[in-house]
């Protein structure tokens, strides 16, 4: 079974741009969810995706965005780039039961975002 | 709401022998789950050990396994036998049981280094 996929692996941008980050989940699962992880900050959750719909956001500003499609894939969108949003961007998979059973979140390898 | 605490941010042992890694938690939930999840330098966070908050047998997986105390709420992490491929960020995580979420909340993080 194939694992979380991320694209692209690498991403450079500079201040005032947009960038648009990509996840493939595991065949099956049905909830995605995004981190930010930063040295200073740690993992900080972003959002959560349950059958295309929004069921979880954490405390980020409105410029961070996601999306989730009918085959369960989802989209990260970041809009107005800043410097402090440098940082590793994880995507996570799971059947999506919704903390009623102990199945993991499966994670990819991230998106290393850089804001020059 | 529900934080994490790893009060070690850097641990190291020497090949063969056993190390603990700490986690406190704080939360007024009764039913959760704990992960302990490792991230080498490649970045793809891998699942270690879980446990469910309800169930008094600490968990185990071969060489690693937890000590769980639910009333002083610690989540401690031992690795028997370690061996260089363990050489990783280690990251205690939450998850609330029930609330139509898989989100997970990290703590900060223990670099376990491993000498020969």
């Known amino acids: 079974k194939a694992g979380v996929t991320q694209t692209p692996r690498y991403l450079i941008k500079t201040r005032g741009q947009q960038v648009t980050l990509s996840c493939s989940p595991i065949s099956g699962h049905r909830s995605v969810s995004w981190y930010q992880q930063t040295p200073g900050q740690g993992l900080q959750f972003l959002f959560e995706y349950f059958s295309e719909t929004q069921r979880n956001k954490g405390n980020f500003p409105g410029r961070f965005s996601g999306r989730q499609f009918s085959n369960s894939r989802s989209e990260m969108n970041v809009s107005t780039l800043e410097l402090g949003d440098s940082a590793l961007y994880l995507c996570a998979s799971s059947q999506g039961t919704g903390g009623n059973s102990n199945q993991p979140q499966h994670f990819g390898d991230g998106t290393r975002l850089s804001i020059l | 709401a529900q934080t994490v605490t790893q009060s070690q941010p850097e641990m190291s042992v020497q090949e063969a022998e056993t190390v603990t890694l700490s986690c406190t938690y704080d939360?007024?939930?009764?039913?959760?789950?704990l992960f302990w999840y490792k991230q080498p330098p490649s970045r793809q966070m891998i699942l270690v050990i879980r446990?469910?908050?309800?169930?008094?047998q600490n968990a185990t997986e071969n060489r690693f396994s937890v000590n769980f105390q639910k009333a002083a709420k610690s989540f401690s992490l031992k690795i028997s036998d370690s061996q260089l491929g363990d050489a990783a960020m280690y990251f205690c995580?939450?998850?609330?049981?029930?609330?139509?979420?898989?989100?997970?909340?990290f703590g900060t993080g223990t670099r376990l280094q491993v000498f020969p």
């Open positions: 995580a939450y998850r609330s049981r029930g609330y139509g979420t898989d989100k997970l909340i």
């Open positions: 446990q469910e908050a309800y169930k008094q």
């Open positions: 939360t007024s939930e009764s039913d959760y789950y």
